[in-house]
T-cell receptor
Framework: GESVGLHLPTLSVQEGDNSIINCAYS??????FIWYKQESGKGPQFIID?????DKRQGQRVTVLLNKTVKHLSLQIAATQPGDSAVYFC??????????FGAGTQVVVTP | KAGVTQTPRYLIKTRGQQVTLSCSPI?????VSWYQQTPGQGLQFLFE???????NKGNFPGRFSGRQFSNSRSEMNVSTLELGDSALYLC???????????FGPGTRLLVL
């Protein structure tokens, strides 16, 4: 069936470097994508979203890129900090408004 | 504005029992969705309620049910608990169906 998947289960990044987290989606009809961050013991926290009529959106230290041609989504975190250590999920909203989540990528920030 | 709140935060039950979890959405949000999160299956959608009506449902057995009240607060119930129901149950609210969802801290359920 349709699914959202992440390429890398764990990403180790040095503090101060930029992080790139990738996500592949298979439902070409999806028109809304969201990135969430989940820290240990907490619920997912909204980071940034993007609609299918855009290919780039920037927030504070984060940028989401959408490539509809290859059905790929990425989250870029600039100047990664220890507080960025968490699991990151991409999610897509189907036509019914249901969120489908990817498996998640664990980001580990090393000093 | 207060975020999504869930009660209780932790719960221990035994097989065969039933459990009710509660979720209070962000003020003004009318859609509430529930998810189950386990290490093996990740985040899985249970159901969504909007204006007291179930709008979407995931692939879970009928033991999992929910409801929404006129103040948008929602409850989910799991009957005849099984060991495999041990999970973090997350509630998320949004202004409308398909809107950006904001999550609560979750209720961690352990079934013994």
């Amino acid at each position: 069936g349709e699914s959202v998947g992440l390429h890398l289960p764990t990403l180790s990044v040095q503090e101060g470097d930029n992080s790139i987290i990738n996500c592949a989606y298979s439902n070409s009809a999806s028109d809304y994508f969201i990135w969430y961050k989940q820290e240990s013991g907490k619920g997912p926290q909204f980071i940034i979203d993007i609609r299918s009529n855009m290919d780039k959106r920037q927030g504070q230290r984060v940028t989401v890129l959408l490539n509809k041609t290859v059905k790929h989504l990425s989250l870029q975190i600039a100047a990664t900090q220890p507080g960025d250590s968490a699991v990151y999920f991409c999610a897509e909203t189907d036509s019914w408004g249901k969120l489908q989540f990817g498996a998640g990528t664990q980001v580990v920030v090393t000093p | 504005k207060a975020g999504v709140t869930q009660t209780p935060r932790y719960l221990i039950k035994t097989r065969g029992q039933q459990v009710t979890l509660s979720c209070s959405p962000i003020s003004g949000h009318r859609s509430v969705s529930w998810y189950q999160q386990t290490p093996g299956q990740g985040l899985q959608f249970l159901f969504e309620y909007f204006s007291e009506t179930q709008r979407n449902k995931g692939n879970f057995p009928g033991r999992f049910s929910g409801r929404q009240f006129s103040n948008s607060r929602s409850e989910m119930n799991v009957s005849t608990l099984e060991l495999g129901d041990s999970a973090l149950y997350l509630c998320a609210s949004s202004l409308w169906t398909g809107g950006t969802q904001y999550f609560g801290p979750g209720t961690r359920l352990l079934v013994l």
